[in-house]
């Protein structure tokens, strides 16, 4: 995971959130709790009209990809994802640093918990697949329907978690380190 780049993540959330806060967004700025940056993107919680949504804004690939569990946050445009911006922008020393880990950094338990926050389900499952271990046999492999394991996958990136996310994301860890006896 590259490394965090503070000032080039604040121009970008500035370029796309230029106005002021919507009235709706404006509720929520300085809302968040559970506030993180991880690598090159920021996740909190606010409590809104139907529950607690999770939130999430990202620099990656040079745009800024956000998405809120609400029902209309799929692609970042609800009003949460817009205070989340602003919140950022005004009082980023708010959000608790995660350092990112690389699998062979993990040496105990706080390791790892911070090193399944840094990586997806998608950007691991990509890397089983470079291994020549296809999406469809992990799931099967793990005793999991591939569709439900698609279904983790997207749910991930749209800030809807499932229960065994982490479990998941263990048994490609599993996977990936044990690959090459399944090669042979």
């Avoid at 911006?85 to 005004?90: K, V």
């Avoid at 980023?92 to 090193?115: C, G, M, N, R, W």
């Avoid at 978690?161 to 982490?166: P, T, V």
Wanted: glycine letters at 6%; aromatic letters at 10%.
């Amino acid at each position: 995971m590259p490394d965090f780049d503070s000032a080039k993540l604040k121009t970008f959330v500035q370029r796309q959130w230029s106005v002021a806060p919507s009235p709706n967004a404006q509720k929520y700025v300085g809302t968040f709790f559970d506030s993180t940056l991880v690598g090159n993107k920021i996740v909190a919680k606010t409590v809104g009209n139907h529950g607690t949504y999770t939130v999430s804004i990202e620099f990656k690939d040079q745009e800024i990809v956000a998405a809120c569990s609400c029902y209309v946050g799929k692609g970042g445009y609800c009003h949460h994802c817009e205070a989340l911006a602003q919140t950022f922008l005004q009082n980023p020393a708010t959000f608790h640093v995660i350092e990112a880990k690389q699998p062979e950094e993990v040496k105990h338990v706080d390791d790892l918990h911070s090193y399944l926050q840094s990586v997806t389900l998608e950007s691991l499952l990509l890397q089983m697949r470079e291994q020549g271990i296809t999406q469809k046999a992990f799931a099967e492999s793990i005793g999991m329907n591939p569709r439900h394991l698609t279904a983790i996958k997207s749910s991930e990136a749209r800030n809807h978690f499932f229960n065994e996310l982490g479990a998941t994301k263990l048994a490609c860890l599993w996977m990936l380190e044990h690959a090459a006896k399944f090669k042979k």
